[in-house]
């Protein structure tokens, strides 16, 4: 159940509750592809960092391991020892990443499995299913997610494909639930919008989607080779038309700038690699926007990454030192900017949640904004 507490514009304060407990949202979710965030970090590292949600891949964790071994243990809260919400993708996302090993029919795709070659089938109802195993509090609907180029005819059809198989997915989420042997009968189901960069397609589709009485909606295939002027335009258009009274979420975006402005366009939820990504190659997040620690400039910078942050890093280390171990391809220094770049991105989101409760967002953004531009003193 999803409750609003307040407004500024467009942006969103709320919070979602559901039952592995209450998400405070705009919220981000730290990305674990596999059941873990690269970088070494643990989920006590997790709760330290103050995550609220943990994503992983549905595809990824049904090709390695396995979804049924994952049942058998008692899903991944279980496995991966996490006792707070996790959302799992579908899958979809695959179908546009594994371009080259993937055909696409009305029933589902056919796959090669990008570690062994095998051939896979992933259709809305086997998803479904693979999400049941894995037991996650949301489960994603499965959808096409076409290229930005693509005909727009093309496009057209496959959103058609998309509203088709969320029918689907939305049945066999009901009977899933209803198993006795289900590992999370109160899984909940989002939908995904799609169109490309086309506003009409876009707006369509979201009412559309909208009348299903779905858990959340998501605004998938964008952050995929369009500018970000044209992602923010496609919001505009789109949003509006989604329910204001569930949870909006913009998958797989994105900078610390790019949530600053889908938030104020109503956006709740959002995902990104980028955190632990840009971390583990010594780039990191502060109010001055990034920094590439492998710069000489820091090899006897004595201050913390960010002064005043209160991650496990700037806690105690120095640029310099943690510069050495990254220099030195020690795990450690992967680690510290890793853990420096989730705590930024989850403190940011508390910021932004207290902005909007005191009707100050706009102020905030444009604070925050020009401080990403602004050279370090």
Same mark, same amino acid.
């Given at each position: 159940m999803y409750r609003l507490i307040a407004q500024d514009g467009c942006a969103k304060r709320g919070s979602f509750e559901t039952v592995h407990g209450t998400i405070q949202t705009p919220v981000f979710m730290n990305v674990g592809t596999v059941g873990a965030i690269k970088g070494a970090v643990s989920t006590d590292d997790l709760k330290t960092l103050g995550t609220q949600v943990q994503l992983s891949n549905t595809y990824h964790l049904h090709v390695r391991t396995g979804d049924k071994l994952i049942k058998q243990f008692g899903g991944l809260h279980k496995f991966m020892v996490w006792d707070r919400p996790i959302l799992t993708d579908s899958g979809g996302f695959q179908v546009f990443s594994l371009a080259g090993l993937r055909k696409i029919k009305e029933e589902g795709v056919y796959f090669q499995s990008h570690i062994d070659g095998h051939h896979i089938f992933m259709g809305p109802e086997e998803s479904m299913e693979i999400q049941s195993n894995l037991g996650s509090t949301i489960a994603m609907a499965f959808d096409e997610c076409p290229s930005s180029v693509a005909e727009k005819e093309y496009i057209q059809e496959s959103v058609d494909r998309t509203t088709r198989w969320l029918e689907r997915c939305k049945v066999k989420m009901a009977q899933l639930n209803a198993r006795e042997d289900t590992v999370n009968?109160?899984?909940?189901?989002?939908?995904?919008?799609?169109?490309?960069?086309? %506003?009409?397609?876009?707006?369509?589709?979201?009412?559309?989607?909208?009348?299903?009485?779905?858990?959340?909606?998501?605004?998938?295939?964008?952050?995929?080779? %369009?500018?970000?002027?044209?992602?923010?335009?496609?919001?505009?258009?789109?949003?509006? !038309? =989604?329910?204001?009274?569930?949870?909006? !979420? =913009?998958?797989?975006?994105?900078?610390?700038a790019n949530i600053l402005e889908a938030v104020d366009r109503g956006v709740d939820f959002f995902d990104c690699v980028y955190p632990s990504?840009?971390?583990?190659?010594?780039?990191? !997040?502060?109010?001055?926007?990034?920094?590439?620690?492998?710069?000489?400039?820091?090899?006897?910078?004595?201050?913390?990454?960010?002064?005043?942050?209160?991650?496990?890093?700037c806690r105690s280390y120095s640029r310099a030192y943690i510069r050495h171990l990254l220099k030195a391809k020690e795990m450690l220094g992967m680690r510290l900017c890793v853990l420096h770049n989730l705590y930024f991105y989850n403190h940011l989101m508390e910021q932004i949640r207290d902005a909007i409760e005191e009707h100050r967002y706009k102020s905030f953004k444009k604070s925050m904004l020009e401080g990403f531009l602004s050279p370090e003193e």
């Open positions: 009968p109160r899984q909940m189901l989002f939908g995904i919008n799609q169109g490309g960069i086309y %506003e009409d397609i876009r707006i369509e589709h979201a009412k559309r989607i909208a009348q299903m009485d779905l858990d959340g909606y998501a605004v998938g295939g964008l952050a995929v080779g %369009e500018s970000h002027e044209e992602m923010y335009r496609i919001l505009d258009a789109t949003v509006p !038309y =989604l329910p204001v009274d569930k949870p909006t !979420y =913009l998958m797989g975006v994105g900078t610390p990504r840009n971390g583990r190659h010594g780039h990191v !997040y502060t109010k001055h926007g990034k920094i590439n620690l492998f710069n000489k400039k820091h090899e006897l910078d004595h201050r913390p990454i960010e002064e005043g942050c209160g991650c496990p890093a």
